[in-house]
């Protein structure tokens, strides 16, 4: 990678489904370390640019990059190699509710380590401690609540210590005082480990809590309206749309 070089760059970029089109032109940077916010209003598209990034859905043109290098036009295993440096968190958490949290974690390490059994049970341990859930490695999903839930599917993401963390709509579903926690959690572990983390949500508690960068999408327009940090964009952004939304639709028209 070269010096300066973004750890992301999504480059003139469109997104459809079919002949519908979601979102045109974008055009971000996301450096190392930062914690990266995709805003915007109900059916913008943010989620399915989280899914461009991450390689689950094909962009109908443009491309992201990683370290410099073409995701979307690179081959199959190189796309492969990635995408093993990525950690996701859906909504629901999305563990398995047979397997215990220790064995929720533990799966990826059996499918893409040498690690023996012993040595994956100490990894899921160590994973749980980090987001706070010491001790309860053998308890099954059905038995923790929604918080913890969203606690081991982050362990569950950095089971295999990605370089980036991405979070759909981590907050979804928990109470003010969970979410709360969930946010310092996210950002206590950013600043320890270094990682970059992409975030989908609209929680705006949660966008000035931790996030430092940002792009906002526009379900009218069909593309980005802004890009930086969430205060700033706030505070001084020229654009109504983006103050209004960041302002819970409390911005005034200064006619610009």
Same mark, same amino acid.
């Given at each position: ?84 440096? /990525? ?5 629901? %958490?999305?563990?398995?509710? +047979?397997?215990? =949290?220790?064995?929720?974690?533990? !799966?990826? #390490? ?55 963390? /991405? ?5 979804? %579903?928990?109470?003010?005082? +969970?979410?709360? =926690?969930?946010?310092?959690?996210? !950002?206590? #572990? ?67």
């Amino acid at each position: 990678m070269e010096a300066g070089q973004p750890h992301i760059l999504v480059k003139d970029l469109s997104m459809a489904y079919g002949d519908f089109l979601i979102q045109k032109k974008l055009n971000f940077s996301i450096n190392r370390g930062d914690i990266f916010i995709i805003m915007g209003g109900s059916g913008c598209g943010k989620s399915t640019l989280l899914k461009v990034m991450i390689g689950l859905k094909s962009p109908a043109t443009g491309d992201v990059f990683y370290d410099g290098k073409s995701f979307w036009c690179s081959t199959n295993a190189e796309r492969k190699s990635v995408k093993g440096k /990525f950690g996701t968190l859906f909504q629901s %958490g999305a563990l398995w509710s +047979s397997m215990t =949290l220790a064995e929720n974690i533990g !799966l990826a #390490l059996q499918q893409f380590t040498q690690l023996g059994a012993a040595e994956i049970r100490e990894v899921a341990a160590y994973k749980l401690m980090l987001v706070g859930l010491a001790g309860f490695e053998d308890y099954y999903p059905s038995e923790i609540s929604g918080g913890m839930k969203k606690r081991a599917g982050l362990a569950r993401a950095m089971a295999l210590d990605p370089e980036i963390l /991405f979070f759909d709509e981590p907050s979804a %579903g928990l109470d003010p005082i +969970s979410a709360k =926690l969930l946010d310092d959690l996210i !950002l206590e #572990l950013c600043e320890s480990l270094g990682t970059t983390v992409v975030i989908v949500t609209h929680e705006l508690a949660s966008i000035f809590a931790i996030g430092n960068n940002s792009v906002f999408l526009d379900p009218v327009t069909k593309t980005q309206l802004a890009t930086g940090n969430p205060k700033e964009l706030r505070d001084h952004h020229p654009n109504f749309e983006v103050r209004n939304f960041l302002l819970r639709g409390k911005a005034e028209d200064i006619g610009t």
